[in-house]
Each structure stands twice: as structure tokens, then as C-alpha cells.
């Protein structure tokens, strides 16, 4: 088989992939960054999408010097991200908790029936931002 006939199958494979995902309404994504709060560090994010509802995996290494702390109520954290998407939307996720080291993930889901569905159309990530805090109860900065 020529270079250019591999090329056109390999086309019409992906085009027909796409085609399927858009007609399911569903699609995925991954993406590495890194972001380091309080020597946690955020370094995956996957999105995967079923209709109108997509759901954010997050992934980072809580490390073991921040959860061995005398006063349990420092061997807590709170952490909010935000993921900007290719159309120029931004996902906050909900505050999450962790209390325990070692590699982690935190799950979100998000319905986007009332903002227009916008979870059935495939979307690249473009940025994430994470902001967390050293405590049960302390505040989040905003992201700025």
C-alpha cells in the first residue's frame, strides 16, 4: 500500500471515529499540567462526556510530610479547580477535601442541559488552575 493510500484510510478511520462520537454525544479528553499547592502536585486531568453531563478526573500525590502533623486539623486540605476549555468556557469544580497522602484523584460531574448541552460537543483543554488551603474550614483564594 502507497504513503498516500495508508494516509486516506487513516483519513476516513479518524473521520469516521469523529462522526461516531458526535453522533453519541460523547467524547473524551486528557491532558497533563502541572500545578503544585501546598506540595501537592496536580499533574492529570481526563474528561470524558455522555450527552449533556462530562466528568473531570483529576489527579495528584498528596505527600506524606503534610498529613503527619500533631494537630489533625492540619493534616487537612481543601483544593477548587479550574479548567478553561478550547470554546472559552470555564469549569470551577465544587471545594474538595483530602486527608490522606499518596496518589489521588478527585472526581467531578457537571450536567450542562441548562447551559446549552455543551458537554456533546468535543472540547481541547487549555488550561487548569488549582487554589487550596491548609485547614477543615479555611477559605479558598479566589482564582484571580
Not at 5 to 16: D, G, H, P, S
Not at 103 to 114: A, F, G, L, Q
Request: hydrophobic share 40%.
Amino acid at each position: 500500500m502507497t504513503k498516500r493510500r495508508v494516509f486516506a484510510v487513516l483519513a476516513a478511520a479518524v473521520a469516521l471515529t469523529v462522526l461516531i462520537a458526535g453522533e453519541a454525544g460523547a467524547w473524551e479528553a486528557e491532558a497533563e499540567f502541572q500545578a503544585t499547592v501546598n506540595q501537592h502536585v496536580f499533574d492529570k486531568i481526563k474528561v470524558s462526556t455522555t450527552g449533556c453531563e462530562a466528568e473531570f478526573k483529576i489527579y495528584f500525590d498528596a505527600p506524606t510530610q503534610m498529613y503527619s502533623d500533631d494537630a489533625p486539623v492540619r493534616n487537612h486540605h481543601r483544593f477548587r479547580a479550574r479548567v478553561k476549555m478550547s470554546d472559552g468556557r470555564t469549569v470551577l469544580t465544587n471545594n474538595f477535601y483530602n486527608d490522606t497522602a499518596g496518589k489521588r484523584m478527585y472526581v467531578y460531574r457537571v450536567d450542562s442541559t441548562n447551559d446549552g448541552c455543551w458537554a456533546k460537543k468535543p472540547h481541547r483543554l487549555r488550561k487548569v488552575d488549582v487554589n487550596g488551603c491548609r485547614n477543615r474550614r479555611c477559605p479558598i483564594q479566589p482564582f484571580q
